[in-house]
Every structure is written in C-alpha cells, then in structure tokens.
Nanobody, 126 residues
Framework: QLQLVESGGGSVHPGGSLRLSCATSRNTYDTRCMAWYRQAPGKEREGVARIYSGSGSTYYADSVRGRFTISQDSAKNTVYLQMNNLKPEDTAMYYC???????????????????WGQGTQVTVSS
C-alpha cells in the first residue's frame, strides 16, 4: 500500500506564497503520475497541477498557470507544489494523488487505481 503524506499548508495573506510537499513511501509504477488536487467547501475536487515522471512533463489548471509550479525530487520521494501570488479563491483542502495512469491532463485515481493523501489546508485571506 502506497502512503502519501502532505505537509506545508497554512494561512497566508493574498499575494503570499506557500510550498506544499507530498512524501511518498516509495517510488514505483504507481507514482509515475503525481498530481495536486484541491477541494473548496461546497465544490467538487479539481485538478491543480500534474507531473509525469516518465517524461518530466507538467500540466496546470488555467486558474493556477503562471503562479503555481509542481516539481519532483526522486531521491527524496517527494513532490512539491510552489504556490505564489496566492488568491482568496485558492483557499481549499489540497490533496496529493499518485497513479500509474494519466487522464484528462491529470492522474487517474478511481476505484482501486491510484492513491490519495489525507490533505493539507490552505487558507488565503486578508
């Protein structure tokens, strides 16, 4: 069973920055696709950023492109999400996801395929 542990969430003012980390218990076939998702109260979970280790390719939601950067340190089994110029609408619970399969730009995590972390809260307010 793959374990994903997120950290780095917190409260910041608009325009501030945070860096989220997602530590995995190992790098395997299941971690070829790593992504960050978020879910705000009353809204559906949405993809934010994705990195695919096979090619190193990245993908971002339009709402965060140019402000967020996803990266990976394979030696540390860790994926990061650097979030700059944060806005109140970025407030959400952020989840790390791992899967061997890409889907619609992000990682396919459904049924018995893929894994979720427990989430870390990000709050942006003045």
């Amino acid at each position: 069973q793959l374990q994903l542990v997120e950290s780095g969430g917190g409260s910041v003012h608009p325009g501030g920055s945070l860096r989220l980390s997602c530590a995995t218990s190992r790098n395997t076939y299941d971690t070829r696709c790593m992504a960050w998702y978020r879910q705000a109260p009353g809204k559906e979970r949405e993809g934010v950023a994705r990195i695919y280790s096979g090619s190193g390719s990245t993908y971002y939601a339009d709402s965060v492109r140019g402000r967020f950067t996803i990266s990976q340190d394979s030696a540390k089994n860790t994926v990061y999400l650097q979030m700059n110029n944060l806005k109140p609408e970025d407030t959400a619970m952020y989840y790390c996801a791992a899967s061997p399969v890409l889907s619609s730009g992000f990682c396919k995590v459904v049924g018995g395929l893929g894994y979720w972390g427990q989430g870390t809260q990000v709050t942006v307010s003045s």
